[in-house]
């Protein structure tokens, strides 16, 4: 038999597991992640849709993007906006400015907010968490819509308290799961303690969102270990974006991805944790990117940005944000081609009330749904796979 035809039976069995319920494992998912033909592609691609849809329907959630502070402390090889790179603009809006956007966004249909910053040093060195503090007190009552937050890492207490005021979404991405890996991404950073802080805000009852980034350095395996480890650490919420490589950091020179590689990684995540949100990020390839990544089951629409703001993004700083293609009018016009909607904001926060209730129900039992306080202590270890998963460089 054609080695071809094996793969084929490989792939439909995996795919035919998957559909069923069943937890892949690790060479399952390493065999997933190593496709190549466009036409295996786009099997798993319908997997994946086919998977959203049982779970979700046609129902798209919608995130607004509010990068309040430019500034960072850091030094991660990847961003536009480490430390040191001098062309990257640096702005601190003001509260005034903050809610005034988060009602603008409210106003135009997004299911969330999402206040970030860079590791700004006047708020994390300073410890002025107050003014975090007064933001999310005044962007909820000015939207009464759920909030997430992605200040990079912020002390324990900190967390808790952002807790008890109502914010329902950690955001901190790890990147990698692979901790040599990360030290090259992350320079100076510490991998157990982002990982940990992930745990400590799901402990203090909020949602967590875990992330890998692609064409960094990694291998297949270290993609398919990132999966699983974000499925075992019962993130509600997955991402993978694509490298962007940007000007005066030292990936500016690395090559982009194939970005079938991305919509490959999205129907994985979908297919190994059908139940949690994954976004289709604007930040990488703007409005035209959505349709893929929609395609491949994601089932959130992030980075939707107000024009004329004079707010950045993240790996994209500008890509469509005073055209005005950042919006929902864009984001549901590609939707109604794909027989998707923009879902009811009751929709949302139904799944969010759900999926803490959940939380509750399992406590720190690590065999349902992945929820464990204790997993953390063992990113990587668990996941390794086959020996050398850590090394071969996959670009
Ligand atoms: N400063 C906080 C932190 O790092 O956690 C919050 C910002 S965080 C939401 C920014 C994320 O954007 C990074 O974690 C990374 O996943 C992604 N990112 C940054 N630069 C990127 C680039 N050049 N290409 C693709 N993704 C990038
Ligand atoms: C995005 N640029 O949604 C944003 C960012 C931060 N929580 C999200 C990566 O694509
Ligand atoms: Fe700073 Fe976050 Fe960029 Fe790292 S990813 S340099 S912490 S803004």
């Not at 960094?216 to 019962?234: C, F, H, K, P, Y």
């Amino acid at each position: 038999m054609a080695l071809h035809t094996v793969n084929r039976r490989l792939l439909d069995n995996i795919l035919a597991k998957a559909q069923d319920g069943g937890q892949l494992t690790y060479q399952e998912t390493l065999s997933l992640m190593s496709l190549e033909d466009n036409q295996d592609i786009k099997r798993v691609m319908a997997a994946a849709r086919k998977i959203r849809d049982r779970y979700f329907s046609n129902n798209i959630f919608v995130y607004g993007f509010i990068y309040f502070s430019t500034f960072c402390q850091n030094h991660c090889s990847f961003c536009y906006y480490r430390k040191t790179n001098q062309l990257s603009p640096r702005y601190r809006k003001s509260l005034e400015e903050i809610v005034d956007i988060a009602a603008r966004l409210a106003e135009s249909g997004i299911h969330l907010i999402d206040l970030t910053m860079g590791e700004d040093p006047e708020i994390i060195r300073a410890g002025k968490f107050e003014v975090l503090y007064e933001m999310i007190n005044r962007v909820k009552a000015a939207t009464g819509l759920p909030v997430m937050i992605s200040p990079g890492v912020v002390p324990t207490g900190v967390l808790e308290k952002f807790s008890s005021l109502g914010v329902d979404w950690y955001a901190l991405y790890q990147e990698t799961h692979n901790p040599v890996l990360y030290k090259k991404l992350r320079v100076g950073q510490s991998y157990r303690e982002r990982a940990d802080r992930r745990t400590a805000a799901q402990q203090y009852g909020m949602l967590v969102e875990d992330g890998m980034l692609l064409g960094v350095g990694e291998s297949t395996g270290d993609r398919a270990a990132s999966i699983l480890n974000m499925r075992d650490q019962g993130v509600d919420q997955a991402r993978v974006m694509s490298l962007v490589p940007q000007p005066q950091t030292p990936m500016a020179g690395r090559k982009a991805i194939p970005r079938t590689q991305e919509a490959l990684s999205i129907a994985v995540m979908r297919i190994i944790m059908p139940d949690r949100l994954i976004p289709a990020s604007r930040d990488v390839d703007g409005i035209k990117g959505l349709q893929m990544r929609l395609e491949a089951g994601a089932n959130v629409v992030t980075s939707i940005i107000p024009p004329s703001a004079s707010l950045a993004g993240v790996s994209q700083s500008t890509l469509d944000i005073d055209e005005g293609l950042r919006t929902v009018p864009e984001v549901k016009k590609i939707l109604s081609g794909m027989g998707l909607q923009v879902a009811d904001t009751a929709d949302y926060i139904r799944w969010i009330d759900d999926r803490k209730a959940k939380r509750v129900n399992w406590g720190d039992d690590c065999s349902e749904g992945g929820y464990c306080g204790r997993s953390a202590a063992r990113f990587g270890s668990s996941l390794s796979g086959p020996a050398g998963w850590v090394g071969d460089s996959v670009n």
